[in-house]
């Protein structure tokens, strides 16, 4: 059951960051999370036993899964602590380090691997060979590359969550740093259940079990929820902000009407009554490069000094105050 909750999480969050694949430049997060759900389905044991039926080496799938875990881990940290930076990326030198505990790690599993004796397929592969020293070390070394990850993550996201101006990042990214302590918790009880299965230390490897069963789905539920809080948040606002052009740009084309219209001069581009009127099926984007036209339009217009004994109504200027404060909510000055 915890493993089907692990799958279902991580492919939804796959959906969730495809969702803005196309207008997003850098999809680095979407692959990594691509290749962890990928290794994660390898869990469910009747996917396992029907993929290790047809493969040459019996339990070789179970090396390839958490060798693109382990990759899939490397590629969504550097995302997540890029995220943490506004986009300022990792120095040469942390990059470089990063990227050689990983290769190492990989290579360090494969040789383990290729020791550990295990003549049939098994999907509770360490519960099996556990008890061997090649496979203690190449469970081992995996969860000891995901405890450092997990806890550099953290402090960086600890580091940033208080600089950050929007308020999905700072929940989504406070998420995130809750799902890389659960990280933390299941990469030692992960140890310590190799360690005490190879020293034959029955008791303290259950112990660990439970640890194990509950932190695992905690990880991947949180760091799933956390990483698709920005982009969940971004599209809701999309639709907000969708909505409001919607209800304001008819209101605005008439205020420009009634004042821009009348002062032809004030026109920042030579908009006319004829390009207000006309043509209103825009994009989103089109329409508000528009309505942000004539707010200033409208601004200047109530600053001519022939205008200012002419007071609009309140009425609309509620609107131009709307439709003023949605350019500023997107950036555009006024």
């Not at 519960?127 to 997990?150: C, E, K, T």
């Not at 006309?278 to 707010?295: E, F, K, M, N």
């Not at 609009?312 to 000055?333: F, N, W, Y």
């Amino acid at each position: 059951m915890n493993n089907l909750i692990v799958v279902l999480f991580m492919w939804l969050l796959v959906l969730t960051l495809a969702l803005r694949a196309g207008s997003r430049p850098d999809n680095t997060m979407l692959k990594a999370s691509i290749v962890i759900a990928a290794s994660l389905t390898t869990t469910i044991d009747s996917v396992y036993l029907w993929a290790a039926d047809r493969l040459p080496w019996p339990n070789g799938l179970d090396l390839a899964a958490n060798v693109l875990l382990t990759v899939g881990v490397y590629y969504l940290s550097r995302a997540i602590v890029n995220g943490a930076r506004a986009g300022d990326s990792l120095s040469g030198t942390g990059a470089l380090w990063i990227r050689r505990a990983a290769m190492m790690a990989v290579v360090i599993m494969v040789l383990s691997f290729a020791f550990i004796d295990d003549p049939d397929p098994s999907h509770s592969f360490m519960l099996d060979y556990g008890h061997q020293p090649a496979a203690a070390l190449y469970s081992g070394i995996q969860y000891l590359y995901i405890l450092a990850v997990m806890v550099g993550t953290l402090m960086t996201c600890l580091r940033n969550v208080p600089q950050m101006r929007r308020k999905r990042f700072r929940v989504g990214f406070r998420i995130i740093a809750c799902g890389c302590i659960a990280g933390i918790v299941l990469s030692v009880s992960v140890i310590i259940m190799d360690l005490a299965h190879v020293a034959d230390n029955e008791r303290l490897r259950a112990s660990a079990g439970i640890v194990y069963d509950v932190s695992n789905p905690v990880t991947v539920v949180l760091l799933s929820a956390g990483l698709a809080v920005a982009p969940i948040g971004r599209i809701l606002n999309d639709l907000g902000v969708r909505r409001q052009i919607r209800v304001l740009e008819p209101r605005l084309r008439a205020v420009w009407l009634a004042t821009v219209a009348q002062s032809p001069a004030v026109s920042l581009v030579g908009t006319t009554e004829q390009s207000v009127t006309a043509g209103r099926d825009h994009s989103t984007r089109d329409t508000a490069d528009t309505i942000h036209r004539l707010v200033i339009e409208i601004h200047d217009w109530m600053e001519l000094q022939e205008n200012r004994s002419r007071q609009i109504s309140p009425a609309d200027r509620d609107v131009v105050d709307r439709a003023e404060a949605l350019c500023l909510k997107q950036g555009r000055s006024i």
